[in-house]
């Protein structure tokens, strides 16, 4: 089973700006995914989100996540990470985390203005702990 100590698996899921597909359980017990921009620090997935957003209610609730990651292109790929996630509030750490995530998605030269508007109280730092991850790096071979 890959795990975040794998190369493979921490530049497959850190490449450009592939997006995370986040699964989570609404409170009706219907399963949602949302996308979230992340990155790979550490032996953990971090992601932003609004503490009352479906997103935060949901991990609040209950912080068991699944997040996938794919390559939309052959020999396209996936990795799916199952986890635990723990979430904190403090701003300092918002800060540092948003700015980081906006460094991978909208470039150097916008991350302290993505950092300033999203690290901000009423977001939370979700840390997702992966316990498991499956899938494959070239489907077509």
């Given at each position: 089973m890959p795990s975040l100590t794998d190369p493979r698996v921490r530049?497959?899921?850190?490449?450009?700006?592939?997006?995370?597909?986040?699964a989570f359980?609404?409170?009706d017990g219907r399963p949602v995914i949302n996308p979230v921009w992340f990155i790979v620090e550490g032996d953990e997935l971090v992601f932003?989100?609004?503490?009352?957003?479906?997103?935060?209610?949901?991990?609040l609730r209950?912080?068991?996540?699944?997040l996938c990651v794919d390559l939309e292109e052959p020999p396209f790929g996936y990795l799916q990470v199952q986890?635990?996630?723990?979430?904190?509030?403090?701003?300092g750490e918002l800060v540092r985390t948003a700015t980081a995530i906006a460094a991978r998605y909208m470039g150097a030269d916008r991350a302290e203005e993505f950092g300033?508007?999203?690290?901000v109280p009423g977001e939370l730092v979700v840390r997702l702990r992966p316990t498991k991850i499956l899938g494959g790096f070239d489907m077509t071979g």
């Open positions: 530049e497959f899921l850190s490449h450009g700006t592939r997006t995370g597909k986040l359980v609404a409170t932003n989100t609004g503490k009352n957003t479906a997103k935060g209610r949901a991990i209950d912080p068991r996540l699944a986890g635990t996630a723990e979430v904190s509030e403090d701003l300033k508007r999203n690290g």
